[in-house]
């Protein structure tokens, strides 16, 4: 006989049927198939924190970034001049101290 025979199936009962469906269902909640509304809701409450937590690191990486921007900028500035008043010390010296 196939399981598509009416007759296979008029043999099942109601407690048959009531049996199956409740070991789909635990099946579905072992798997994963099925949540719980209580763990998605814990599950997604989880992720908006970590998405909190993410924006206020951009924040506190914004700000890092911009006070090394600065300081990279002043001492940029320093060596520009260090270089300046150097070379003018060495052209200086060169000449024999005459201007």
């Known amino acids: 006989m ?10 099942i009962s109601v407690v048959t049927v009531v049996i199956l469906v ?3 269902l635990v099946v579905s909640l072992v798997r994963g198939w099925v949540i ?6 814990e ?3 989880g ?5 909190k937590d993410l924006r206020d690191r951009a924040k ?9 921007a600065q300081t990279i900028s002043n001492r940029d500035a320093m060596e520009v001049a260090t270089t300046r008043l150097l070379t ?3 052209d200086v010296a060169s000449a024999g101290g005459e201007t």
């Open 2 to 11: 196939t399981l598509w025979n009416p007759e296979v199936w008029n043999g």
């Open 60 to 68: 506190v990486d914004a700000d890092t970034i911009k006070t090394q």
């Open 88 to 90: 003018a010390f060495r």
């Open 22 to 24: 409740g070991v789909a």
């Open 36 to 41: 719980p509304g209580r763990i998605h809701r």
């Open 47 to 51: 992720k908006d924190a970590a998405i």
């Open 43 to 45: 599950v997604i409450s």
